[in-house]
């Protein structure tokens, strides 16, 4: 991820078809590719909350990725709020 200094954090919601159609799975797989950390979580009103953290690039580029999102997913709004990293390793789904 290289020095804490160059680490940004980015807490998304992702809005529209994204629950039950490999969203957060896929997530994992674009950021883990990307040396990424984070996590994807279902949220009970049917949106996916991502936490990511790494090099600027290589966040928004997983960010980018989640306006689309995986082939089956119907992605129709996302929300970005940056947040302060906190030197998360690994991506986790639940």
């Known amino acids: 991820m290289g020095s804490t200094d160059s ?3 980015r807490r998304l919601v992702v809005h ?3 629950q039950g159609v490999f969203f957060r799975a ?13 996590s994807a979580d279902n949220l009970d009103d049917g ?4 936490v990511l953290e ?8 997983v960010v980018a990725w989640a306006r689309t999102g995986p082939a089956h997913a119907e992605v129709t709004d ?4 940056e947040e302060q990293p906190q030197g998360l390793s ?4 639940s």
């Open 7 to 9: 680490a940004v954090r």
């Open 16 to 18: 529209g078809r994204v």
């Open 26 to 38: 896929s997530c994992r797989d674009e950021a883990s590719a990307s040396g990424v950390a984070g």
């Open 47 to 50: 949106a996916v909350e991502v």
């Open 54 to 61: 790494g090099e600027q690039g290589a966040v928004e580029a």
């Open 78 to 81: 996302v929300d970005v709020y």
């Open 90 to 93: 690994g991506f986790t789904v």
